[in-house]
């Protein structure tokens, strides 16, 4: 129940394309979903965040979509560039963010020129 | 955002011998951290919980007299690997939530530990 499963594994995409990452999750008490982005050799940094009290987030290129019922959310970054080729993982927690975070295994997303 | 740093940012060392990596928040006070490990492209692994003034918990297989916690003030823990050997040779990151409600978690920039 703890656990939160990301897809796909790695993914690529042409420049200026959709870059699109899918996570679920089982635990409802899960009140907080990050994403954060993390290149090779360097801590993750944190992307964009929701909270199931909405069902999308914007913030520049990249949307979080959520789905309460389904249990899942997925981020979405449009027009992507080269420099967002990393590791982008998902994650979960509970109070809202205080508690630790459950993390996705990782999608290595690679833009194409 | 706020900003975590950790010390060193790389060390190599010899089996047998201890390691020391600390972690710091530098601009907000943190009574909450958490120290994680990587293994080559593989996801984060949550170690222990280091909370200030009380004893870490520990996530279900991961050895507390091995890995040795210490959280001394409210913008500083230390991780000890003791008796290092090869096997635990990773990448350990730590990182903090924000007090106020945000709930945003921040993470240092990782130390790369080799056992030798």
């Known amino acids: 129940q703890q656990q939160v499963k990301q897809s796909p594994q790695s993914l690529i995409v042409q420049k200026g394309g959709i870059s699109i990452i899918n996570c679920a999750y089982e635990?409802?008490?899960?009140?907080?979903f990050p994403w954060y982005q993390q290149f090779p050799g360097k801590g993750p940094a944190l992307l964009i965040a929701?909270?199931?009290?909405?069902s999308e987030k914007k913030e520049g290129r990249f949307t979080i979509s959520f789905n309460k019922s389904a249990k899942q959310f997925s981020l979405h970054i449009m027009d992507s560039q080269p420099g967002d080729s990393a590791t982008y993982f998902c994650?979960?927690?509970?109070?809202?963010?205080?508690?630790?975070?459950?993390f996705g295994q990782g999608t290595r997303l690679t833009i194409n020129p | 955002g706020a900003v975590v740093s950790q010390h060193p940012s790389r060390v190599i060392c010899k089996s047998g011998t201890s390691v020391k990596i600390e972690c710091r928040s530098l601009?907000?006070?943190?009574?909450?951290m958490f120290w994680y490990r990587q293994f080559p492209k593989q996801s984060l692994m949550l170690m222990a919980t280091?909370?200030?003034?009380?004893?870490?918990?520990?996530e279900q297989g991961v050895e507390k007299d091995k890995f040795l916690i210490n959280h001394a003030s409210l913008t500083l823990s230390t991780l000890t690997v003791t008796s290092a050997h090869p096997e635990d040779s990773s990448f350990y990151i730590c990182?903090?939530?924000?007090?106020?409600?945000?709930?945003?978690?921040?993470f240092g920039p990782g130390t790369r530990l080799t056992v030798l």
């Open positions: 990182s903090a939530p924000t007090s106020g409600g945000t709930g945003e978690q921040f």
């Open positions: 635990n409802t008490a899960f009140d907080y």
């Open positions: 929701i909270r199931p009290d909405v």
């Open positions: 994650a979960a927690s509970r109070d809202q963010g205080a508690q630790k975070l459950v």
């Open positions: 601009d907000f006070q943190a009574t909450t």
């Open positions: 280091s909370n200030e003034g009380s004893k870490a918990t520990y």
